[in-house]
T-cell receptor, first 112, second 110 residues
Framework: GAVVSQHPSWVICKSGTSVKIECRSL??????MFWYRQFPKQSLMLMAT?????????EQGVEKDKFLINHASLTLSTLTVTSAHPEDSSFYIC????????FGSGTRLTVV | KNQVEQSPQSLIILEGKNCTLQ??????????LRWYKQDTGRGPVSLTI?????NTKSNGRYTATLDADTKQSSLHITASQLSDSASYIC?????????FGGGTRLMVKP
C-alpha cells in the first residue's frame, strides 16, 4: 500500500531558528502533497497544497513567507518553518493522494 | 459552506463493548466519505472509504455506514479493545477538497 514517510517525528528548536520537515512518498509518485497543522484536541487544518514543480497554494491566513514549501521531486515535499516562534509549536502532518489520501506520521514541533 | 460535524466529541467505554460514532455533513458536491483513526501523536490512518453508491463498508471490527440522502455516516466498533483508544475523524471529499470533522476521542477502559 501507499506509504508516506515524514521526518523528523519530533523537533525542539530555539525561537528565531528555522526548521525543515520532510514528507516522502515511498512507493508512489505524488504530484500533489498537502500540509496540515493540528492543535491539541482539534482536527487537522489544511495549511497549503504542494505541487511538484510549481508554487504551493496556501490557505487563507497562512503566511507563505513563514511556511516555505518546496516540492522539487515527485516523491519529496518539504515544509520549512522560518524564524520559528513559540506560537508555531504544533503538530504538522503531510499527506499525499494515491487512490485515497495517505498521511505521514506527523511532526511535533516545539519552539522554546 | 462545507461542514462536517461529529458526535460525540468524546466517549468512554469498557473493553469488549460496542460503540457507534456519528458524522453529519453538508458537503457539495459529494465525492466520498472516509473514516480515519488517529492515535495520539501520530498521523491519521484510513479505516474505510465510501462513495455515493455504497451504504456500508467493513474493515475488521470497524463497520461504516453511509446514508447519502440524509447526509449521515456512522462508524460502529465491535468488541472494543484497549488499542481502539484514539481519535476517529470523518473526512468528506468534494472533488479534491477535503473537509474534516472535529473528531471523536474514544477511550476504551479495561
Amino acid at each position: 500500500g501507499a506509504v508516506v514517510s515524514q521526518h523528523p517525528s519530533w523537533v525542539i528548536c530555539k525561537s528565531g531558528t528555522s526548521v525543515k520537515i520532510e514528507c516522502r512518498s515511498l512507493d508512489f509518485q505524488a504530484t500533489t502533497m498537502f500540509w496540515y497543522r493540528q492543535f491539541p484536541k482539534q482536527s487537522l487544518m489544511l495549511m497549503a497544497t504542494s505541487n511538484e514543480g510549481s508554487k504551493a497554494t496556501y490557505e487563507q491566513g497562512v503566511e507563505k513567507d513563514k511556511f516555505l514549501i518546496n516540492h522539487a521531486s515527485l516523491t519529496l515535499s518539504t515544509l520549512t518553518v522560518t524564524s520559528a516562534h513559540p506560537e508555531d509549536s504544533s503538530f504538522y502532518i503531510c499527506s499525499a493522494k494515491y487512490y485515497g489520501y495517505t498521511f505521514g506520521s506527523g511532526t511535533r514541533l516545539t519552539v522554546v | 459552506k462545507n461542514q462536517v460535524e461529529q458526535s460525540p466529541q468524546s466517549l468512554i467505554i469498557l473493553e469488549g463493548k460496542n460503540c457507534t460514532l456519528q458524522c453529519n455533513y453538508t458537503v457539495s458536491p459529494f465525492s466520498n466519505l472516509r473514516w480515519y483513526k488517529q492515535d495520539t501523536g501520530r498521523g491519521p490512518v484510513s479505516l474505510t472509504i465510501m462513495t455515493f453508491s455504497e451504504n456500508t463498508k467493513s474493515n475488521g471490527r470497524y463497520t461504516a455506514t453511509l446514508d447519502a440522502d440524509t447526509k449521515q455516516s456512522s462508524l460502529h466498533i465491535t468488541a472494543s479493545q484497549l488499542s481502539d483508544s484514539a481519535s476517529y475523524i470523518c473526512v468528506v471529499s468534494a472533488g479534491n477538497m477535503l473537509t474534516f470533522g472535529g473528531g471523536t476521542r474514544l477511550m476504551v477502559k479495561p
